[in-house]
Each structure stands twice: as C-alpha cells, then as structure tokens.
C-alpha cells in the first residue's frame, strides 16, 4: 500500500494555498516546484530526492547554446534536424514569423487539395467523372461543371485575399529594423535577419525583435525600463538589470564586437516570468534569471539605449510560444449542416437504389417484350438497373446543394463587411473600427453561452484616478465649495496657483483646497505630504516638467495627486528624497525603505527631517494597518466608517499612518535591520520580522480612494449580456481583492451576491467526491442524478485565485514523479498496478474537473485572479469539454493569446498599447461596451439570417429535385429529367440564388435598437431553435409536398386537354416548361413569405429573378440559338408554343397557389395564437420605438455590513525600494544641487553623530 501512496503523493501535505501568488508556470520543473517553499516532505520522497542528487549532481536541463558573435557555430551538424526525408534545418529558429498559408507555387494545388476536402465538393467531381460516362449519364456534363468551377473560384479568390492580408502583415514585422553588429560594427537590419548570438542596439520606444540578454544600456549599473503591455495589457513599467560584468566591460561598440561570451540555457517555453541559464566569459560562470532577459513585443522605455544578446529568436521566443497552437474554428451550424448533408447523401443512394430495383423490374417485365423500345443493346434487367443507378445519382444530385457552400461564404464575407462597417462599433479616439479577422464564425456569434473576459485593459482602462479621501475623520472628494457647503454645480478645482500641477486631476471639493492653503488643519499637509514621500516612484525631467515611473499605476496615481494638492516629489538620491511643500523645497534623509510584498500588504519610509526629528510613513491595506495602530486613535471608527463608504463605491483603498520615533529606538532596530539585510538566508523573512517591531503603535491619519477606471459601458454591457442569459467569467492575474472590487464595480457583483472563496469550494467538492464513492456501488443499476451543489434561489458568485484552482482541480505536479523516474517496475504485477493507479488518478481528476464545472455553472458569475495563461485556457476548455456549450473569450495582451484560440471565439480589444491578442484573435474592436452590439445585434442577425437561409435552401432544392422522383413512375424508372438540361444548370445559379442570398444578408426580425433594448431575443440561438434535425426535416418535407404538388396537378391538367389550336399542348417539353415556370415562380415567393425585412433590393431580386428566368428561356428555346448549337439546345419554340395558352397559365397559377396558400395559413395561425417573442415586438414596434435608456443599479449601502472588500492599491510585486536603496539607479554624474544638498546632508549627519 505505500507504493500506491506514494505515487499519487502532490501538494496535499503543503499548506494552505496562497491566494497572493500566481501559481507555478505553464512549464515549470520539478525541481523549481520543489524549491518553491520550505514545505514538509514525506519520508519517502526526501529519500528518493537525496538519491537523485548524489547520483546526478548536474542536471542536464540547460541544453540550449547560444554563441555571441559566432553565426557559424548554431549551424554545426549536430545542431541540424531533419525534415522532409534528407533536408536539414538548424534547430535554431529565424526571426520571421510566418502566419501565411501560401505561396505563389502552393496557392493552386494547396487550395485545391483543401477545398476537395469538403465531401459536398469532392462528391461533384465525382459526378463529374460520371457523367462523362455515356451509359450512365442522361445529363450533359457541363450541368455540373459551370456550378462546381463557380464554387471552387469563389471560395479560392477569397481565400488567396485572406492570405494577402497575412502577407502584408508578415512583411511589416519582419521588415522593422534595428541594429545589429556585423563586421565589428553595428549596421541597420530587418528583424527577420537576426539570428541567435547577434548583438544588437535598441533604442529608446523601439520593440524588442527577439527573447534576448541585456548587456548592458545607457542607464546607472544598466537597468533598462521596459513597458509589457504587448504581453499582459500592463502600462505601467518594470525593470531589468544587466549583470555587473557585462555592465562594466560592454558599453563600446568595440568591445560589444569582440564579446565571445557562451550561454547554456533552458529550451524555449512558455514561461514568462522565469528564466535559468548560465553565462561562461572570461573563464568565470555568472548564473542568469529573469530579471535579465528582455522578451520580444515588450517596448523599450525611458532607456536612451541598450544592448542586449538574442538567445531565442521567432517561434522560439516566449511571448510565441505562450499564443497557443492555432485550432481550425468552425461553427455548429457548420456541424449540423455536415450532418444534414450526409443524411441528404443517404436518402439519395437509397432513393436511386429504389428506383434502380424499380427499373430492373420494369425492364424485366415490360422493357424486354417492347420492341418499339429497343436499343440495340442486349444488357440483362439487373445491369440495367446498375447503370440506372449512377444515372439516378447523377439526376437527384442537386439535392446535394453545390452552391450552398459558396453561398454560405458569401453570406458570412457580407456580414463580416457589416461588422466592419459599423459606424456605432467605431472608436473615434484612437480612429479604430470594429474588424472581422474571420468570416467564418458570425452565425456563432448569436450562440455564446459564457463570455471569459480579461481585467486588466478589456473591462478596465488600467488608468488609476484619485476620486475621494479621508483626513482626520473627514471625507473629501464631493462636490463643494470652500465654505463647506454642498452643490449641485459641477465645478472643477483651479489648480493654477501650484506651478507643478499638471492639469490632469479633475477634483472637484473646493474646502480641500482652502484646508491645504489655509493650513488650519496640520494633518491635511502631514497627509499629502505622506502621499509625496512614502513610495518608490522614478522621477526624470522631460522638457522642464516632472515625469513619475511607478511600479504600479495605482502609487503613480497618490504621487501625482500629492503633486497637484502641492505637495510635489521633486528628485531622490540613494538616501535622501526632494519634495516642494506649497513651493517650498525640502530635502530629507531617507534611512530606510521598508518595501511592499503581498504577504505585508504595506510599506514605510524612515526619514529624518531637516530639523533632525525621525519619523516612519506608512499606507497599506486597512486590515494589516489597524491592527497596528495605537489604541488612542481618535478618528479610527470615523475612518472605518469612511472606507466602507469607499468600499460601497467600489474605490481601491489605502490607510496611511505615521509615528514618531526616538534617535534611541531607531540606532537599536536600524542594528537589527542591518542584520537581517545581510543575512545569509532566509532573508526576506528576517527582514519582515524587523519590520513588525517598527511598524507598530501608529497614528492613523486617514485613507485615499482612488477609481480603478472602467471602460465607458462596461457594467450597462455586462447587464445586458446578462439579460441575454450569458454567464461572464473574468479570468486575470490580478489579485484577489482587485479582481473583487472590479466585480462590485462593473455588477458582475452586488450587495445581494454570496460570494463562495476556494476553500468553500473545495470542501463542497471533497463532499460530493464522497457521496460519489459511497454510492459507486449502485451506480451501474441507477441512473446518474444531478443534483446541485446550491440550494435553490440566491444569487451566488464564485472567486477563486490559481492556486486553489490547481488544487482543487488537482493540476499540482506531484513530487514524485521522480521517484517513478527511479523506481522501475520489476514484475508485470508491478506494471499492472502502477497502470491502474494512473488510471484511477485520471478518472478522479476527470470527476473532480466536472463536478468544479458543474459548480461554478450554477453560479451567476465567476472571478478567477492570480492565474497563469494556460489556467486562463484550461478553464475555457473544461467549459467547452463538460457543458459543450459555446464560449467566447476577449481579452488584449499576450498573456490572453491561448485563452483566446481556446474558445470558440475570440475576441481582441485593439487600439490599446498591445496588439498580440488582437492578431491571434477573430474579432476586434476598440472598447468593451461593442461586445454587447456584437452578440445582440451582429451575431443575432447572422444566426437568424443563416439559419433561415439553410432552411430555404434545403427546401428550394428538394423541391426542385423530387420532382424527377415523381416523374420516374411514369417513365419507366429510366432516370429520364423532368427539366431541360439548361434549366438544371441555372436553377441554383441564377434563377434561385439572388432572393435567397440577399435575404441571408439584409433580413432582420427586429431593429437593431430593439435587439439591444430585448436581450431576451437572443436566447433563441443558444437553444438551436431556429435551426436543427427537426427543422431540417420540415423543410424536407415541405420541399416533399411543394415536388408532389408541382408535379401532379400539371400532369393532371395536362391529361386528355386541347388547346386553343385543337392540338394536345401535352408533349414532354411543354410539361417540362410548365412544371419549371411553376417552381421559380413558388420558390422565389416563398422566399417572399419568409422574408421579414422588406428593401428594394428584396423585391427587385424576387420579380427579377422570375423575368429572368422567362428571358433566358426563351431566348434559349429560339430558332436561332438552336441554329448555332443543334445539340445543346434542344427546346426549340417550346417556351412560346406553350405559353401562349390560357390554360397553360392557369395551371401555373393554380400550382403556385396550392404550394403558398397553406403556406399563408399556417404562418397565420402560429403568429396569432402562438407568436414569438419577435413577433410580440415586432407587432408593437411603433410603440416601442423610444430607445428605453439603461440606468446604473443604485447602490445600497448599509453601515457596517459590508466586510470590507476595498482592493489595496499597490503593485503586484515589489516596487524600485531595492534599487533605490543600493543606489543602482542613481547616475554617477549628477546636478550641482543635488551635490550640494548630498554633500550637506553627510555634514549634517556627520555632525549628528558626533
């Protein structure tokens, strides 16, 4: 029994889950899962690992060699991988990317080998074949190919367009330039041209073209600043570092020219935030990480230049590597309509098989004692019957629709130029319009079940705007002038009176300002003043104004607020930090910075005044600050009360405090934090416990509010998305309390909601895997029952972080799995058990992902946050693969790439600063808020257009094949037509195309305001009401009766009738032209009667197509068409001979009006005692006009009750404290005055000390 606990040992025996961190990346070893956290191991598996270790003490994980300046050495032999049977290519990929399908010698044949893929076309080259067989066939051969060269035309023409535009995008990124050295200097080069072990030159805004490793860059100790938001929507910049080595020894162009260092490195992966390698130079080993490789599509920011090493170049760079294979997408109307053409490939062989047994039987009983109908030939029955059977295959083949597929693509490429077109989907600002980069999924549009969205950049603009605060139990940030009095005027603050004010900070409590100027209340400056102090902003000068780089955009929001409220951060050295208070400059000593992490939640500052007093500054989340406040603060329930005000108005919150500190006390914790700050390990828990012994007894001061600004529309789109019965799922990296505090603020969330957190979950699961197992006994005799995991009613939410995620969907890797590495199975009994353990753990992960599934669908919306890219697609999948339901996924940064290939359909936002995800996805747009006209508008219209369209289609056709059907038990099973042959050829192309495809293009039910005013009009796809087997087999049987009636009442009319001449008008052409009138003159007003939205255009093509149809008939019955092609047209006079006969039209009249008048009927009845939603709107339409505007949900806000869900406005990571503190980010040259102040403050501190 131990081996069995053993292999299936995983994190169970860890602790808890971490809701702060993101967990373990999408590639992650082993051996970085083990060295994560000092957890407790298992006996066993310290033993194991201990073996390994003294067995192998160098793990062959660093495969990947790179050479600088050295292009011959990448293409040694053994770095070559075969492809294609002897051609040979470097395991090193180019830098040019390639989304292209074709080439101009691959177009042809590629295309045609993929559009023969389809079954529809490959069956009509098949006839086509057939019917060059003079045997068989009763029908020319051009019949079927004028159709078939139509189809396969259209479909290549806009196919080779699509590929055009992959081209043309292709070129531009590869053909972008920077500088490479080459010939011992750096020369200009396109993208595509670099390769792995180039050096090359950026420069300040430029992209970075591959993965490569930062040399060296004109910044102190060669930081180079970065902006990512082409990976995760982010603005805000981080920062790398080169080493010390190559920071020192490759600043020249010289020197970079001669650099022949070595790395041995990780494969390419998806791993975003980690790296491991290890660079050999001058016969020294310097190990690198992370935070020195700069990724490619991240943008190079307030760096004049740097240097940098390509190591992994093209498809091997990370941010390719995380985009996910790219999955063919196809709709379930595409499915279906398969399906229905393999049922219509099944009813045809088994019809032609009926009326081939028919003919045999004929020919045995009739055909063979017939002289008059012999044909030179002495074939049995039964061979004759062979024959007719292709011949009948050939005749019914357009019951098998060739154009469908043509017309279909046509449909879908209009719509997507409507999509494109839409005025009311264009962003102005940014001058980006909606953009259809697939014309293949618009129907799919009107059948989205769940939406998973991203939070950073698609339903936030990622701009953080100080909105409110709390000073010394008072609240500011309503509208009021300085006397304190409120108004209803909205009048913006006049900032003009402080010179660094930027402008940008719309304010509108006029009493602050007077409060700040008038400094009655100290604890208004002490306030700002902790705001321009207490942070690890950057601050850089450009054009004589301040420029702030923050580490997160919440802290670049507090600065700039301190800023324009005239407390403005001017400079900072390594110890001291510069602030204008109300114009006034002073400089203080900064003695320590105590840094932000996710575990503190908070950070401080320690400075000396200029008058030689210490005081610590801090700003954190309200619940780690008032636990360490002094129990004699007066104003702390009157700031609790404050921040659940925040809180109700969805505000990011942070509680700022301070405290005042003896020279005693600091020499004594500054010996301890000195310590801790070298300790040998361990280090960042030794340095947060000095930190607790200072952080305490605070004086709190008040609290900031700042907006975490929506998208315009965001919670008015998500409500009616709602309506729509949509469930919304956002899915971000972000933290748990953001993630939260988005949610109330777009009403994802309301007060009414009961949130459920990972641990709820997890042990709602553990249950019901224990009810599972206790009655797995009986399961094979009783039905699975589902039951669900909620009682009934209430409105529920489910927020849940990665790493509860992995664990609950038991995702965690095991630590074992090197113990299987080790211990081999000696017995077949040991294989036997090891296979059924493996087993056993599959299927309970298959039963603990569904029931997870299952109970996060029963929720009205899910937040998942601190999750990785490939946990964003794996939850779409396990939707996708449990509730086959359809999903969309819309997002735009890198980071949301595989999400987005992953579902159904993909959504991109563009006009943002990155772009990936709008180039891997199929639709695009600029703002959230379009989504809800996509779905409610665009794809409702596209599902109802196709669906009607399919539905029509399938019936013309029946109608207009079934006919022969009729006809063969009156001639003899022969597979003789009931139409001239040029009748066939056009019926589909020309006489029946036109209404069908215009109403596949323009028909709307309702407007598009009523579509959005009734979202409940879109549940009509995500049931498949519209079109399916049921439907499907309507039509066929409308198509049936429409054949029966098109055939026999001609052929009753024309048994034993004289015309006006006294001659029989029943000859075989007559009745052909008879019957042919019948149908185009029925199919096209029928389409008439499906019609919903009546244009010029609908009824020209409808009268159109039927004038065209008598116009091209008779001109091919003329004499003189006839004279120039004797064997091709054969109807000779037939068209006017008949149709100059009363009788003949009123037996067309009296068709059409038995096909259409039952047809009138029922629709009749079904609109006046079971109407549909539609045709409720519709009938009252004119009443409904007025567009019925959309009001945001008032909040309701009860004292005390809200558990304080206000998100802490910092960074995910720590912020520049480091760098700060070391200096690394200081020049070396510096202002004079910066000089002479650093020079002052060490006489000060010198004379202190003394």
């Known amino acids: 029994m131990n081996t069995e606990r053993d292999s299936e040992t995983t994190f169970e025996e860890d602790s808890q889950p971490n809701d702060e961190v993101v967990p373990y990346s999408d590639d992650e070893t082993e051996d970085e899962l083990e060295d994560q956290g000092p957890a407790v191991e298992p006996v066993q598996n310290r033993v194991n690992k201990e073996a390994e270790e003294r067995r192998e003490t160098f793990r062959k994980e660093c495969t990947w060699q790179v050479k600088a300046n050295d292009r011959s050495f990448h293409e040694q032999p053994h770095f070559m991988n075969t492809r294609l049977f002897c051609i040979k290519e470097s395991k090193y990929a180019s830098n040019a990317i390639k989304t292209y399908k074709y080439n101009a010698f691959t177009f042809l044949p590629m295309n045609l080998f993929e559009q023969f893929k389809r079954a529809a076309n490959f069956y ?62 750096f020369k200009v080069a396109k993208w595509k041209d670099i390769q792995v072990g180039d050096v090359i030159r ?111 170049a093209g498809a091997d760079t990370k941010i390719m590597k995380n985009s996910g294979k790219t999955r063919f997408k196809r709709t379930k109307i595409d499915y279906l309509m398969n399906y229905m053409v393999y049922t219509i490939f099944v009813l045809l062989s088994l019809i032609s098989a009926g009326l081939a047994i028919g003919h045999a039987y004929w020919e045995a009983q009739v055909g063979n004692y017939s002289w008059y109908l012999y044909d030179g030939e002495d074939s049995t029955p039964s061979y004759r019957g062979f024959l007719n059977f292709w011949g009948y295959i050939i005749v019914l083949n357009t019951m098998v629709p060739i154009s469908l597929y043509v017309s279909v693509e046509v449909i879908r490429l209009g719509q997507s130029y409507f999509i494109n077109w839409d005025l009311q989907m264009y962003y102005p600002e940014k001058d980006t319009p909606a953009k259809a980069r697939t014309t293949t999924l618009n129907e799919q549009l009107g059948q989205i079940h769940y939406i998973f969205s991203d939070k950073t950049g698609t339903l936030t603009q990622n701009i953080m705007t100080f909105k409110k605060c709390c000073i010394n139990g008072q609240i500011y940030g309503d509208h009021r002038d300085a006397s304190q009095h409120s108004h209803n005027k909205i009048e913006e603050v006049d900032f003009s009176w402080n010179i660094y004010a930027d402008g940008k900070l719309a304010f509108y409590d006029h009493y602050l300002i007077e409060q700040i100027q008038s400094g009655k209340e100290p604890e208004v400056r002490q306030f700002f003043f902790l705001l321009a102090v207490c942070h690890t902003v950057m601050v850089e000068r450009l054009d004589g104004q301040l420029s702030y780089q923050a580490a997160s955009p919440d802290e670049g929001a507090l600065v700039n607020a301190a800023r324009n409220f005239g407390f403005a951060f001017l400079a900072r050295t390594q110890n001291t930090i510069t602030i204008s208070e109300m114009g006034i400059e002073r400089t203080y000593n900064v003695l320590a910075i105590l840094d932000f992490n996710s575990d503190r939640k908070r950070m401080s500052i320690i400075v000396r005044t200029p008058e030689g007093s210490i005081r610590l500054y801090c700003k954190g ?42 020279e005693k006390e600091f020499e004594e914790w500054n010996k301890k934090f000195m310590a801790a700050s070298v300790a040998s390990s361990n280090r960042d828990e030794a340095l947060d416990k000095v930190y607790e012994e200072i952080e305490k007894d605070l004086i709190l001061l008040g609290a900031t509010a700042i907006e975490d600004k929506l998208q315009d529309g965001v919670p008015e789109t998500i409500s009616k998305l709602a309506k729509a019965d949509i469930k919304i799922w956002v899915l971000t990296g972000d933290k748990k309390e953001t993630a939260e505090n988005i949610g109330f603020a777009c009403e994802l969330l309301t007060e009414d909601t009961t949130i459920c957190y990972g641990e709820d979950i997890n042990a709602l699961l553990n249950t019901r895997v224990e009810n599972q197992n206790r009655s797995g006994v009986y399961a094979k005799f009783v039905p699975p029952v589902h039951e669900p995991f909620f009682p009934p009613g209430g409105n529920r939410a489910l927020i849940i972080t990665g790493s509860w995620l992995n664990e609950i969907l038991l995702e965690k890797k095991t630590k ?167 009748f066939i050829t056009l019926y589909n192309v020309l006489y029946s195309s036109l209404p069908v495809l215009l109403m596949g293009l323009l028909d709307q039910d309702v407007s598009d305001k009523l579509s959005l005013r009734f979202p409940g009009l879109y549940t009509v796809g995500q049931r498949d009401l519209l079109f399916n087997y049921k439907r499907f087999f309507v039509s066929l049987l409308h198509g049936v009766l429409t054949s029966m009636i098109l055939f026999f009442i001609p052929l009753g009319a024309y048994l034993q009738t004289v015309g006006q001449d006294g001659e029989a008008p029943s000859d075989y052409q007559s009745f052909a032209v008879t019957i042919a009138s019948a149908l185009v003159i029925t199919v096209n007003f029928q389409i008439g009667l499906d019609t919903s939205y009546w244009t010029f255009v609908n009824a020209f093509s409808i009268f159109g197509s039927i004038a065209l149809y008598f ?82 949900r008032p909040n309701v806000f009860r004292r005390g009750a809200s558990s304080r869900r206000s998100a802490y406005a910092f960074s995910h990571q720590r912020g520049y404290a480091d760098l700060i503190s070391t200096g690394r980010n200081i020049r070396k040259k510096r202002a004079p005055l910066d000089a002479i102040i650093a020079d002052g403050n060490a006489e000060y501190r010198r004379t202190a000390e003394s």
Request: aromatic share 12%.
């Open 124 to 185: 009509f080259l098949v006839l086509l074949i057939l019917q060059a067989i003079p045997q068989i066939t009763t029908l020319a051969w051009y019949t079927t190919l004028v159709p078939l060269l139509m189809v396969l035309g259209i479909t290549a023409i806009k196919d080779l367009v699509d590929d055009v535009a992959r081209h043309k995008m292709d070129k531009e990124i590869n053909n972008r330039t920077c500088e490479v050295i080459k010939d011992g200097r």
């Open 621 to 662: 989340a309200d619940t780690v600050i008032y636990e360490r406040l002094h129990r004699m603060n007066p104003t702390k329930q009157e700031t609790q009360d404050a921040l659940d005000v925040f809180a109700s108005e969805t505000l990011r919150t942070l509680c700022l405090c301070y405290k005042e500190i003896e």
């Open 202 to 312: 950026l420069k300040k805004n430029d992209f970075i073209p591959a993965d490569i490793l930062l040399l060296s860059s004109s910044e102190p100790n060669s930081l180079c600043y970065v902006e990512t938001a082409e990976l995760d929507g982010e603005t805000n910049l981080k920062f790398k570092m080169a080493l010390e080595a190559t920071h020192q020894h490759l600043q020249r162009e010289n020197s970079l020219a001669t650099f022949d260092g070595f790395i041995e490195c990780e494969e390419p992966n998806n791993r975003l935030d980690k790296f491991t390698g290890t660079l050999f130079w001058r016969n020294t080993s310097f190990p690198l990480d992370a935070d020195k490789i700069l990724l490619r599509g991240c943008v190079i920011r307030n760096t004049d230049f740097c240097h940098g090493l390509v190591i992994f």
């Open 816 to 982: 074992t799995s090197k113990i299987l590495k080790l211990k081999f199975p000696r017995t077949e009994e040991e294989r036997r058990f090891r296979t059924q353990s493996k087993r056993r753990l599959e299927a309970k992960k298959e039963q603990r992902q569904k029931n997870f599934v299952d109970l996060a669908c029963e929720c009205s919306a899910v937040i998942c946050c601190r999750v990785t890219p490939k946990q964003k697609a794996m939850v779409v999948d396990l939707v996708k693969r449990y509730k086959k339901a359809i999903t969309l996924a819309i997002g735009d940064g890198a980071n949301d790439v595989n999400m987005i290939k992953t579902a159904h359909i993909g959504v991109g936002i563009s006009g943002q600063e990155g772009m990936q995800a709008v180039m891997s996805s199929d639709y695009s747009f600029a703002q959230f808020r379009y989504l809800q006209r996509l779905l409610l508008v665009h794809g409702r219209w596209s599902y109802i257009r196709m669906c009607k369209f399919l539905r029509y289609f399938f019936y013309k056709n029946f109608a207009f094949t079934l006919v022969h059907f009729w006809y063969s038990f009156f001639n003899g099973y022969s597979a003789q037509t009931a139409y001239e042959d040029w």
């Open 1111 to 1192: 116009g091209i008939m008779f001109d091919f019955h003329s004499a003189g068409i006839h004279v120039l092609f004797p064997s091709a047209f054969q109807f000779t006079g037939t068209a006017s001979n008949a149709l100059r006969q009363p009788y003949i039209w009123l037996t067309i009249i009296l068709t059409v009006a038995v096909c259409l008048l039952p047809v009138v009927a029922i629709r009749f009845l079904s609109m006046t005692i079971w109407p549909s939603e539609s045709d409720k709107i519709q009938k009252h339409r004119k009443r409904l006009k007025a567009e019925e505007q959309w009001k945001r």
